[in-house]
């Protein structure tokens, strides 16, 4: 059965610190993994990946993808508060449409 | 400049009383998603459609159907809702093809009475 996990489940850190969060999978023909950030509505796109060892950064955000390891991380460095948010990540399959299987997401809290 | 619609943001309905919620969108797209998303869950696919083609999920009840009558709209329906069914119901769309990110509305937050 097709899986995404997240880890931690839930993290709690103080302004400027630097955090990784982690991705795994197991998913049948897998095409792209994707990280969005939900606050308390719709989750917002952030990165896609789909080539292994291929940093993708956004501002102070940035991910990686190990295709050996199943596996990706996300890095929020000089955290905010407005950084606090479930982080989803979600797997696409190569199935007829992009059909995505999401981790239940880290929580993260940024305390000031 | 929301480009991803759902209406309303709150619906509550009773026990057993259909409900519709919608979702439309500006991208142009061809297809739309449909999850259901229950407290400190992952979003759960329920269904989505390849342009007019509807794609059922095999653990998708009966309960839950769609229309899409348009590029623009899609609409979730629930027939007789349970109380299970509280969740927050996220709408996305995406470009066909491999590999394209989907873009989520701002959700209906569904209760039940």
């Known amino acids: 059965e097709d899986k995404v996990v997240q880890s931690p489940l839930s993290l709690v850190v103080h302004e400027g610190d630097t955090v990784t969060l982690n991705c795994s999978y197991e998913?049948?023909?897998?095409?792209?993994l994707l990280w969005y950030k939900q606050e308390k509505k719709a989750p917002t796109f952030l990165f896609m990946l789909?080539?292994?060892?291929i940093e993708k950064k956004s501002g102070r955000l940035s991910s990686i993808l190990d295709k050996k390891e199943l596996s990706s991380i996300l890095n929020i460095t000089a955290t905010q508060t407005g950084d606090s948010a479930i982080y989803l990540c979600?797997?696409?399959?190569?199935?007829?449409?992009?059909?995505?299987?999401f981790g239940t997401g880290t929580r993260l809290t940024v305390i000031p | 400049d929301a480009m991803v619609i759902q209406n309303p943001r709150y619906q509550v309905t009773q026990f057993g009383k259909p409900v519709t919620l919608s979702c439309s969108q500006t991208?142009?797209?061809?297809?739309m998603y449909w999850y259901q998303q229950k407290s400190s869950q992952a979003p759960k696919l329920l269904f989505h459609?390849?342009?007019?083609?509807?794609?059922n999920e095999a653990d998708t009840p009966d309960n839950f159907q769609s229309r899409r009558p348009n590029t623009s709209f899609c609409f979730l329906d629930i027939r007789s809702p349970g109380l299970g069914d509280a969740a927050m119901y996220l709408c996305?769309?995406?470009?066909?093809?491999?590999?394209?990110?989907?873009?989520f509305g701002d959700g209906t937050r569904l209760s039940i009475l």
């Open positions: 459609y390849y342009d007019k083609d509807f794609n």
């Open positions: 991208l142009n797209h061809n297809v």
């Open positions: 998913v049948t023909n897998f095409r792209s």
């Open positions: 996305a769309t995406s470009k066909a093809g491999g590999s394209q990110p989907q873009h």
């Open positions: 789909t080539s292994s060892g």
């Open positions: 979600a797997v696409e399959a190569q199935t007829g449409a992009n059909n995505l299987f």
